[in-house]
């Protein structure tokens, strides 16, 4: 089967999206399938490069001032189409609701090719990643959410990657079925295995603590002073542990001044972004993974975080109750609730039995999201709106 997948956000890119992306991407090729994408050029020019297994078109592109590491392409129907002829794909997997997701919509529509769409992202985190749009937010949020609703026209299913996510979205207004498919994750890289003793030194990691770790996207909608503010609840209350956050963005700043005022520099160690290997690393390194964002579509840092053998704190919000089962794996609390967020980790930071069990627990969750689970149920898919378009023409 030939398969091109259209993205927005690819690696290098260090996001959600674009890492489940490329994991369906590798993954699919591993299934013998042939793949490419098509994404955003990291130079401003087009070019096509190999990733491992599979091929990369990029296309023309620009950065933006407000998201270090996102570049939007300038597309044309033209230049969509011309992709289409050239590598004659079985069908499209569009899974972005910007200009490439779009562009190639509407190209693959034209020729006749099944398209199947994934939404990643909930308009609201758009909004809060462009701060200058607050006085004007919920128009705009509603503008966005009409605009994503395009992506779906057309298409023959509509992926998302949890029931929760589906259920956050108004789908009655859109023509295909909506159905629910795991991003999925790469149970080869996330293990329970001791972390490598290099990267304590590497990142200036102290030991003989309990580490806390946060890994993923440092952006405002991710809510990170939240666990900041929690830290120093267990400052004040003697308790023994570190914090490593495990990535950047356009809270960094804002990040860094809060731990001054509070003075936690010596409890929290900003890593920055990793490289691949580092960031498998830094997922064995931790006791516990803390995620306090309220927008979670699924949370596939989250979920590396379980495949690595750690117990979990999460908001109820999004899907992450369907990830995090307190009494199970970790604890859920209220969203913004720092004395909640706090309690939560003094339970774990107490209790190394706990952890463990939890941790333990989390491998078995995590499983279910295999890639290799994964991807037969999107071959099975592909197949069936082939087999379908087949017969409408």
Same mark, same amino acid.
């Given at each position: 089967?030939?398969?091109?997948?259209?993205? %927005?956000?690819?690696?290098?890119?260090?996001?959600?999206? *674009?890492?489940?992306?490329?994991?369906m991407a590798q993954g699919l090729a591993e299934a013998g399938h042939v793949v490419m994408v098509v994404a955003p050029s990291q130079t401003g020019r087009g070019y096509k490069e190999i990733d491992e297994n599979y091929e990369i078109t990029r296309i023309r592109s620009f950065g933006l001032p407000f998201r270090k590491n996102l570049r939007v392409s300038v597309t044309y129907d033209r230049e969509m189409r011309r992709i289409?002829?050239?590598?004659?794909?079985?069908?499209?997997? &569009?899974?972005?609701?910007?200009t490439v997701g779009l562009g190639m919509l509407r190209a693959a529509v034209s020729r006749d090719i099944p398209v199947i769409a994934t939404n990643h992202v909930m308009p609201d985190n758009m909004i809060k990643n462009i701060k200058?749009?607050?006085?004007?937010?919920?128009? &705009?949020?509603?503008?966005?959410?009409?605009?994503?609703?395009?992506?779906? =026209?057309?298409?023959?299913?509509?992926?998302?990657?949890t029931e929760s996510a589906i259920s956050l979205f108004n789908t009655e207004r859109i023509e !295909?079925?909506?159905?629910?498919?795991?991003?999925?994750?790469?149970? %080869? =890289?996330?293990?329970?295995?001791?972390?490598?003793?290099?990267?304590?030194?590497?990142?200036?990691?102290? =030991?003989?603590?309990?580490?806390?770790t946060y890994i993923g996207r440092?952006?405002?909608?991710?809510?990170?002073h939240i666990l900041i503010q929690a830290l120093e609840l267990l400052r004040w209350s003697g308790k023994k542990f570190h914090a490593v956050i495990v990535g950047d963005g356009n809270a960094r700043e804002r990040l860094d001044e809060l731990i001054d005022t509070l003075q936690l520099g010596e409890y929290v160690t900003f890593?920055?972004?990793?490289?691949?290997?580092?960031? &498998?690393?830094?997922h064995r390194i931790g006791d516990i993974y803390a995620m306090p964002s309220p927008t979670e579509l699924q949370c596939l840092a989250m979920l590396e975080a379980m495949a690595s053998g750690k117990a979990v704190v999460a908001v109820d919000a999004? *899907?992450?109750?369907?990830?995090?089962?307190?009494?199970?794996?970790?604890?859920?609390?209220?969203?913004?609730?720092?004395e909640a967020m706090a309690t939560a980790l003094v339970d774990l930071l107490d209790d190394p039995e706990k952890r463990?069990?939890?941790?333990?627990?989390?491998?078995?969750? !995590?499983?279910?999201?295999?890639? =290799?689970?994964v991807i037969p149920r999107f071959v099975k898919l592909y197949k069936q709106v082939i087999a379908e378009n087949q017969q409408s023409l």
């Amino acid at each position: 089967m030939r398969i091109l997948i259209a993205n %927005d956000q690819h690696w290098p890119m260090k996001s959600g999206v *674009a890492t489940a992306a490329r994991t369906m991407a590798q993954g699919l090729a591993e299934a013998g399938h042939v793949v490419m994408v098509v994404a955003p050029s990291q130079t401003g020019r087009g070019y096509k490069e190999i990733d491992e297994n599979y091929e990369i078109t990029r296309i023309r592109s620009f950065g933006l001032p407000f998201r270090k590491n996102l570049r939007v392409s300038v597309t044309y129907d033209r230049e969509m189409r011309r992709i289409l002829d050239e590598f004659q794909p079985d069908v499209v997997h &569009v899974h972005t609701q910007l200009t490439v997701g779009l562009g190639m919509l509407r190209a693959a529509v034209s020729r006749d090719i099944p398209v199947i769409a994934t939404n990643h992202v909930m308009p609201d985190n758009m909004i809060k990643n462009i701060k200058i749009l607050s006085p004007v937010s919920r128009p &705009v949020s509603y503008i966005l959410s009409e605009y994503g609703t395009l992506l779906y =026209r057309g298409a023959k299913r509509i992926v998302m990657p949890t029931e929760s996510a589906i259920s956050l979205f108004n789908t009655e207004r859109i023509e !295909a079925p909506a159905l629910a498919i795991s991003n999925g994750i790469n149970l %080869d =890289r996330f293990q329970p295995k001791k972390p490598s003793s290099e990267i304590f030194t590497k990142f200036h990691i102290p =030991r003989g603590k309990p580490l806390i770790t946060y890994i993923g996207r440092v952006d405002e909608e991710k809510h990170i002073h939240i666990l900041i503010q929690a830290l120093e609840l267990l400052r004040w209350s003697g308790k023994k542990f570190h914090a490593v956050i495990v990535g950047d963005g356009n809270a960094r700043e804002r990040l860094d001044e809060l731990i001054d005022t509070l003075q936690l520099g010596e409890y929290v160690t900003f890593t920055g972004l990793v490289s691949d290997g580092d960031l &498998v690393q830094l997922h064995r390194i931790g006791d516990i993974y803390a995620m306090p964002s309220p927008t979670e579509l699924q949370c596939l840092a989250m979920l590396e975080a379980m495949a690595s053998g750690k117990a979990v704190v999460a908001v109820d919000a999004g *899907a992450l109750g369907e990830l995090c089962l307190t009494g199970k794996n970790g604890n859920l609390i209220p969203v913004d609730d720092v004395e909640a967020m706090a309690t939560a980790l003094v339970d774990l930071l107490d209790d190394p039995e706990k952890r463990k069990k939890y941790g333990e627990r989390s491998v078995q969750i !995590a499983k279910k999201h295999d890639v =290799r689970v994964v991807i037969p149920r999107f071959v099975k898919l592909y197949k069936q709106v082939i087999a379908e378009n087949q017969q409408s023409l």
